[in-house]
Each structure stands twice: as C-alpha cells, then as structure tokens.
C-alpha cells in the first residue's frame, strides 16, 4: 500500500515557473514507477509525465522541453518541475504510482493503481 500526498501547487503568471513535490509512504518506493496527470474541470484527465523505477521518462507532447519529472529513492518524493508554464497548464496535478514499474511509463491512468489527492496549479495570462 503505498500513499501519495502532493504539495508545491499554487497561482503564478505565465512564463513562470513552479515545482510540485508528491511524497510516497511504504518501502519500497524506489521498486514503483510514477506518473502526473492533471484535470481541468469539464475535461479528460490527462497524462503529463511518467518516471520508472530505473529512471525512464515519458512526457506529453504538450509540456516536452517544458517540464521534467524527477524522483528521490532516498527522500520517498517524486516532483514535476514546471517551467515556461502556460496558462493552459492550469489544472489539477495528481501524482500516481504502480507497481510492479515495467520498462516503460505508462501513459494511461488505469495503469496506475495508487493517486494522490492533487494540487492546484493556476497558470495567470
């Protein structure tokens, strides 16, 4: 069982930049590949970036060269850090986790098992 709480949301101007953070209960995080998703109100939620257990990356065509995922195994954390933010960016943030890792990040939300509560990220034009 693994919980996931992510913080680091927030409003900032377009152009910006914001990190979020999503700390992991349980073991064995480093054993677990983890994704961000968001959900804007009225829209499908959508898959933003993934990371493996061995540290592969996946990211949405939409944020590449924008945001980058990273994990600490030490510190149980997984962040998304956000630059050049848009104001298309604005949504909820959700951090998931699944286990076993595989090879590759998974793009699709039903691959994940365990989700976080979110944080907000309102990108200002």
């Known amino acids: 069982q693994v919980q996931l709480v992510e913080s680091g949301g927030g409003l900032v101007q377009a152009g910006g930049s914001l990190r979020l953070s999503c700390a992991a209960s349980g073991r064995t995080f480093s054993s677990y590949a983890l994704g961000w998703f968001r959900q804007d109100p009225g829209k499908e939620r959508e898959f933003v970036a993934g990371?493996?257990?061995?540290?592969?990356?996946n990211y949405a065509d939409s944020v590449k060269g924008r945001f980058t995922i990273s994990r600490d195994n030490a510190e149980n954390t997984v962040y998304l850090q956000m630059n050049s933010l848009k104001p298309e960016d604005t949504a909820v943030y959700y951090c998931?986790?699944?286990?076993?890792?595989?090879?590759?990040?998974?793009?699709?939300?039903?691959?994940?098992?365990?989700w976080g509560q979110g944080t907000q990220v309102t990108v200002s034009s």
């Open positions: 998931a986790a699944r286990y076993p890792s595989g090879y590759y990040a998974y793009m699709e939300g039903s691959r994940y098992t365990y």
């Open positions: 990371i493996t257990s061995g540290g592969n990356t």
